[in-house]
């Protein structure tokens, strides 16, 4: 009779264990489209058995965790500024080539045109309308130069102020990323931080997105951040 109790004990742990991980396949499957969410997988060990001549105890769960690939999220962590890097100096310069335009309709014109007035009075320099027409010319050439000016003060200010709400958004994740590393840190087990460790991980990559980052995972969880040249912003 012990042994039958023993055996159905051991059933029953390892249909709890495998219930268990049938939860985490269905929150699995649940998240699946959720941004940020890491897929869970469950670790099982063999439970020893408690007298000689007895096969086991069944099974039980040791801890449910995050299946990432950290070499791949580091790669992703190192290439994305320099992609983003690019496609904002893409950006800003084609705001400053709709600025100075086309050759053949922009300030070009202009000079041409002043340039042909002077030549016209060079041959010709008692004629009053040639002096007129340079006057003209050289009143359009410097409207063109103004015009220019203006259009591109006002990518740069477009620029600056763009520039000021990127550093308030930088502010906003490193202090959630920070506050997050206190959370992880004084999880009580790994499976209770998994929520706040997707949440970081997602974090981290919108900030790789902003700025050029370098990223230490810690041991206990959580990471360290530099910027630049190896500024520490969360250490």
Do not use: C, W
């Not at 390892?14 to 489209?33: F, K």
């Not at 000079?111 to 320099?125: I, R, V």
């Not at 499976?191 to 900030?207: G, N």
């Amino acid at each position: 009779m012990p042994e039958l109790f023993h055996t159905l004990s051991g059933v029953a742990r390892a249909l709890d264990a495998q219930r268990y991980g049938l939860d985490v396949t269905g929150q699995n499957i649940a998240n699946v489209n959720t941004p940020g969410y890491t897929r869970r997988t469950i670790d099982l060990i063999p439970v020893a058995p408690e007298a000689p001549g007895t096969a086991g105890r069944g099974v039980d769960v040791v801890r449910i965790r995050a299946l990432r690939d950290r070499l791949l999220e580091a790669r992703l962590t190192n290439e994305v500024p320099a992609q983003t890097r690019e496609a904002a100096m893409a950006e800003a310069l084609a705001v400053v080539e709709s600025a100075i335009g086309t050759p053949g309709s922009s300030i070009d014109i202009s000079l041409e045109n002043f340039f042909d007035a002077f030549a016209d009075l060079a041959g010709m320099p008692t004629s009053a309308s040639h002096r007129e027409s340079v006057v003209i010319q050289g009143e359009g050439l410097a409207s063109a130069f103004r015009d220019m000016a203006g259009r591109l003060s006002a990518a740069r200010q477009d620029a600056d102020q763009q520039a000021r709400g990127t550093v308030d958004d930088i502010n906003a994740i490193i202090e959630r990323v920070a506050a997050l590393n206190v959370v992880i840190g004084s999880s009580s087990t790994m499976e209770k931080s998994l929520h706040a460790r997707d949440e970081q991980t997602q974090l981290v990559r919108q900030l790789s997105e902003l700025v050029d980052i370098r990223v230490l995972e810690r041991e206990e969880g959580g990471v360290d951040i530099s910027i630049g040249n190896g500024r520490a912003v969360i250490d």
